[in-house]
């Protein structure tokens, strides 16, 4: 029989990070530090409206692109924020999740062959979203000693004749690392320079612990060439409603909305309604969940001082990306033997690029009880293999 199966989804490779989330659901009283998900419930007032929409029956389609009031408070949102201007009517989409903001951009901009720059270690769908899409990852090694940012000179050094796109994934996931204003200007300089377009991965915008996150597409000439992608999930803990967005150009948001009704139709009508209020009444919400979690970031760094572990102060979204290198196993390795000798789950930094090797990634979004128990566990570990190391 032939093979029913395509080479190229046969040879991507699955996400490193189910692994151990695998083994953690069958393991009793095993700890998780790996989920990238919000520990608190959606607030009530935005759940309320969810269930309203349901009461009122309003369980049909939307337009394709999204509610028009919702479409309204995002473009609202982006003003306020970051006072980005995009019309309503044309610019936006609403997509389910950020993760099929990521896909249709690609598959809407890249031709066969042409290289999509891709920062890593970074979200694990990039590449192979951009292989699915006909592209060519090249991936752009980010650097411990520059926390984590991507600089203009290592942007430069990875443009040839045939880049098309470079994702712009901050602040990031795994590490934290967040782009200052002057990193950007200097990374958008050599994007006007270069004539390459940016797919600008901002779903963890709200959460950021210096400063004030700044979108690349407010620097002069850069909305024009920006894919602008966030969503609900992160900032207003809304993971399983699966909404995100994306803005851009008319004429790349053209296209986009057309792989969208040919594959999705449109987004969940119940989560469409839910958003407008968190939009409208969310920002009390996100403002205490961000107090809380640069409270466990603070209690993290302090904990992996006293316990002699480096890790760079990370200033976004809900990860730290310790360095186990002192220790001479792989990322995966340490992990196995944490999960297996302490029952506490983490992910290994290979899981988001060959460049995360030597790192670990841990979700501080959870309780700080959870955390208080589980860097006890890792404390004990650290020590045991210190100690076995001088003998």
């Known amino acids: 029989m032939r093979n029913p199966l395509s080479d190229i989804i046969t040879e991507i490779k699955p996400s490193g990070i189910r692994k151990f989330f695998d083994i953690v659901s069958e393991m009793e009283d095993a700890v998780s530090l790996g989920v990238g998900e919000p520990d608190f419930d959606t607030p009530w007032h935005i759940r309320d409206e969810g269930i309203y929409s349901l009461e009122k029956g309003r369980t049909f389609y939307t337009s394709n692109a999204g509610l028009k009031e919702l479409k309204a408070e995002i473009a609202n949102y982006l003003y306020r924020t970051q006072k980005l201007s995009y019309d309503a009517g044309k610019d936006i989409i609403v997509t389910v999740g950020g993760s099929e903001a990521i896909d249709i951009a690609l598959r ?50 990875a443009i040839t004749n045939k880049t098309k796109v470079l994702i712009l994934p901050f602040p990031n996931n795994p590490t934290g690392a967040i782009m200052e204003k002057e990193d950007l200007e200097a990374i958008a300089q050599v994007i006007r320079e270069k004539d390459i377009f940016v797919i600008s991965d901002e779903i963890y915008a709200e959460l950021t612990y210096r400063g004030k996150h700044i979108s690349i597409a407010s620097l002069p000439g850069m ?11 992160k900032a207003y803990a809304m993971t399983g409603w699966r909404l995100g967005y994306a803005c851009a150009p008319e004429n790349i948001m053209e296209q986009m909305l057309k792989i969208h009704q040919f594959a999705i139709m449109c987004a969940p009508t119940t989560s469409q309604y839910a958003a407008v209020e968190a939009l409208r009444n969310g920002d009390e919400d996100v403002a205490m969940m961000r107090e809380a979690y640069n409270q466990r970031r603070r209690f993290l760094m302090h904990s992996f001082k006293e316990m002699g572990l480096k890790c760079f102060e990370p200033y976004g979204a809900f990860y730290v990306f310790p360095c186990i290198k002192e220790f001479g196993m792989t990322s995966e390795e340490f992990a196995e033997r944490l999960l297996r000798e302490e029952k506490v789950a983490v992910v290994p930094g290979t899981a988001f690029g060959g460049c995360g090797e030597g790192f670990l990634r841990i979700s501080y979004a959870y309780s700080l009880e959870n955390l208080k128990t589980a860097l006890e566990k890792i404390n004990a570990f650290i020590t045991r293999l210190r100690k076995q190391e001088q003998k």
């Open 223 to 233: 909305q024009e060439r920006t894919v602008l992608i966030n969503g609900f999930s």
């Open 108 to 157: 809407a901009m890249i031709n066969p062959g042409e290289e999509v720059l891709i920062p890593q270690p970074s979200y694990v769908s990039y590449e192979p979203c951009a292989i699915l899409a006909g592209g060519v990852p090249v991936i752009i090694e980010l650097k411990e000693e520059n926390e984590f940012r991507l600089t203009a000179q290592e942007l430069r050094e």
